[in-house]
């Protein structure tokens, strides 16, 4: 478990092209600009 003010570090490997939007796990933050966006590409 991860505590809300806690922080991690993920690897992971991505299969497809495309673009993948993330956002915090405090979706209200996301209207104050604590989004971003992963571009996956060949």
């Known amino acids: 478990m ?3 003010s806690g922080g991690a ?3 992971f490997t ?3 092209e495309g673009t993948f ?3 915090t796990h405090q979706f209200n933050h996301a ?3 604590a ?3 992963i ?3 060949e």
């Open 35 to 37: 989004k971003g966006l």
């Open 9 to 11: 570090v993920v690897e």
């Open 31 to 33: 209207t104050k600009g």
């Open 14 to 16: 991505v299969t497809e």
């Open 21 to 23: 939007p993330f956002v």
């Open 2 to 4: 991860l505590p809300a």
């Open 39 to 41: 571009e996956v590409t």
